[in-house]
């Protein structure tokens, strides 16, 4: 179904793809090309046949990791895993701490009770017993510390949320193992799958006639021209920015797609289905 997909035809991959995902796409692109407006400035990037091929490659895996990321952080939020339990901090999230400060609320209430008692009381327990409730009060202690740093923290996020993309941001926080796990291919037909894909985009580009042109919309695509300039230029040819921008976001939806699929394709086959 992927390979029956024209170029740029974003109609059907872009279906469930949320704005997260888009938005991370689109920013991540906007960092290799810059900002230069088009209408004021007219960029042209000139590319070989095996950049090309890394480039395309990699923007497909970079979809195929932002849908691995953006799953793995709704699981999180679904079950409510606290961020700190897990390898990779989750720092999108503000942490809920209406709840831990209630309850230590009514514990400080206990402790006051405690207090007003304890002369009495210690003088009848045992050494180990001491040793227990200085353990507790240092722990109570301890709680109280991180509860203070997590409200800190939430309104240090609130402060930024309105120019960040959680998204990126989470993928940012995770160690590079864990990148490496996210974007890398579940199966060897996965790794297959994207290398024909990849093919035969170039195999629309570059064509073995002379006359034949890179993108439709070329601001530099005369491959005749390219190819008679030596070898420095030779399997060489040239796009606009914008267009090439366009590819590569084509490609990261292609990827993303690419791993919704796959998902679905395993819980079929988890509920027999197929």
């Given at each position: 179904?992927?390979?029956?997909?024209?170029?740029?035809?974003?109609?059907?991959?872009?279906?469930?793809?949320?704005?997260?995902?888009?938005?991370?796409?689109?920013?991540?692109?906007?960092?290799?090309f810059g900002l230069l407006p088009s209408d004021q400035f007219a960029v042209t990037v000139r590319v070989c046949k095996s950049s090309l091929h890394n480039l395309l490659s990699s923007s497909i895996i970079t979809g195929y990791t932002l849908w691995n990321a953006e799953?793995?952080?709704?699981?999180?939020?679904?079950?409510?895993?606290?961020?700190?339990?897990?390898?990779?901090?989750d720092r999108s999230k503000p942490l809920d701490v209406a709840d831990d400060e209630e309850t230590l609320v009514g514990i400080d209430s206990n402790m006051e009770d405690w207090d007003s008692t304890r002369p009495r009381l210690l003088a009848d327990l045992p050494p180990e017993a001491l040793k227990y409730i200085q353990q507790l009060q240092s722990e109570l202690s301890n709680l109280k510390d991180e509860l203070n740093a997590r409200k800190q923290e939430n309104m240090q996020m609130e402060h930024g949320r309105g120019n960040r993309n959680n998204l990126l941001e989470y993928l940012r926080s995770l160690d590079s193992n864990m990148v490496t796990e996210l974007s890398k291919p579940s199966t060897s037909e996965v790794e297959e799958i994207i290398h024909e894909l990849v093919g035969n985009i170039l195999q629309r580009f570059f064509k073995d006639d002379a006359s034949s042109t890179f993108f439709e919309d070329s601001s530099v695509a005369d491959l005749e021209k390219l190819a008679?300039?030596?070898?420095?230029?030779?399997?060489?040819?040239?796009?606009?920015?914008?267009?090439?921008?366009?590819?590569?976001?084509?490609?990261?939806?292609?990827?993303?797609?690419?791993?919704?699929?796959?998902?679905?394709?395993?819980?079929?086959?988890?509920?027999?289905?197929?």
């Open positions: 179904m992927l390979k029956r997909i024209e170029p740029l035809d974003t109609s059907d991959i872009s279906k469930g793809v949320t704005d997260a995902a888009k938005d991370s796409m689109k920013q991540t692109i906007s960092s290799m799953y793995r952080l709704s699981l999180m939020r679904n079950f409510d895993i606290s961020p700190d339990s897990l390898t990779g901090l008679n300039a030596g070898n420095e230029f030779y399997d060489t040819v040239g796009t606009s920015r914008d267009y090439l921008a366009k590819l590569l976001f084509w490609c990261m939806l292609l990827g993303h797609r690419l791993r919704s699929l796959e998902n679905r394709l395993q819980l079929s086959c988890v509920v027999g289905l197929l």
